[in-house]
């Protein structure tokens, strides 16, 4: 089981949001980069960044924040979302030493962008499917769509992404635990890697999802509980490597 710190990015600084609201934030850094350093320092072998602006812009707005990250730590895979709407973006990070780019939701609201993007960037493209009972929310969690999670997972498994990263928006920066059965009933209708999202926020919901990373729940996206101090990266990953054995 994947640990991996969030790396929120809004108006240049690193910040989380509760249940995707761009007007209910807290900022933790002015400095996305030394955020990162921590990390790294303390044990990630992954990270997640997200460029809020870019989300609700629909194109890149702190990219040279997450260029900055890259240049430093190139031999850290990161994955980066929000406002990935194009060919030429994608190509713009992965240049930078990106690892993966999320699309979200240009996935959902064009036909074919997903499958030209898996066939022009092989090994590349993720999925983001942000979800509230059970329905994927498009336009930085603003508009929900028709439609279903598990459905769309399966279409997207089809025209080769590597992983979906499932959100539960409603436990999202709420810090009031992972949505398990809604993560393992997604990664049990499909077989590439399901990373999961939203609510992780305590030693208890690593040890929950570790108990079915044999299910195909190969990672967890860890936010607001490593910023305030209720997960230490270091032990949650040891623990992690443990159950994992």
């Known amino acids: 089981m994947l640990l991996i710190p969030a ?19 807290t900022v933790f850094s002015d400095d996305p980069l030394a955020v990162a350093d921590r990390w790294v320092a303390e044990g990630a072998r992954r990270l997640h960044i997200v460029d809020l602006n870019g989300a609700f812009a629909g194109k890149p707005v702190n990219a ?90 399966q279409r997207f498994e089809r025209e080769g992404v590597e992983a ?27 077989h590439i890697p399901v990373i999961a999202s939203g609510g992780v926020s305590s030693m208890e919901d690593i040890r929950s999802l570790c108990g079915v990373a044999g299910e195909g729940v190969m990672g967890a996206i860890v936010g607001r509980a490593l910023y305030e101090g209720n997960i230490d990266l270091a032990e949650a990953q040891k623990l992690a490597d443990q159950l994992g054995q």
């Open 64 to 153: 040279e924040a997450i260029r900055r990250i890259a240049a430093a730590h190139p031999g850290v895979p990161l994955q980066v979302g929000g406002g990935i709407r194009d060919d030429e973006t994608i190509e713009l990070y992965l240049e930078m030493g990106v690892s993966y780019v999320i699309l979200g939701t240009n996935a959902v609201n064009v036909p074919h962008f997903v499958g030209d993007a898996c066939s022009e960037f092989p090994g590349h493209i993720m999925v983001g499917l942000d979800a509230k009972d059970g329905k994927v929310a498009i336009d930085g969690w603003s508009k929900l769509s028709n439609h279903d999670v598990i459905d769309i997972a």
């Open 7 to 25: 790396i929120d990015l809004k108006d240049g600084k690193c910040v989380r949001l509760r249940q995707g609201r761009m007007e209910d934030d």
């Open 164 to 190: 979906i990263i499932y959100t539960d928006i409603n436990r999202d920066g709420m810090m009031g635990g992972v949505n398990v059965n809604a993560t393992v009933a997604l990664a049990r209708a499909i």
